[in-house]
């Protein structure tokens, strides 16, 4: 998806869009404070504190 993106960018903006591939497995450490709110944060052993983003996720479907 990300290398037909870059093919329709103009000759600047594709040279700054870098694509990467990782090859180790997608982990997240989930922290569920109740039923309605929760914290999640990629596990990025090469990465500490901003580079690691830490998402707050609260369900606002109805009940």
């Known amino acids: 998806m ?3 993106l870059r093919d329709r960018l ?3 903006s594709a040279q ?3 694509l990467h591939v990782n090859d ?3 982990r ?6 109740d039923r309605m709110l ?6 990025l052993p090469q990465a500490r504190g901003v ?5 707050v ?7």
């Open 2 to 4: 990300l290398t037909r």
């Open 10 to 12: 103009d000759t600047a």
């Open 16 to 18: 700054r869009l870098e």
């Open 24 to 26: 180790e497995t997608i």
């Open 28 to 33: 997240f450490n989930i922290l569920i404070v």
């Open 38 to 43: 929760c914290v999640v944060q990629p596990y």
């Open 51 to 55: 580079d690691s983003p830490t998402l």
């Open 57 to 63: 996720i609260k369900d606002n479907t109805a009940a």
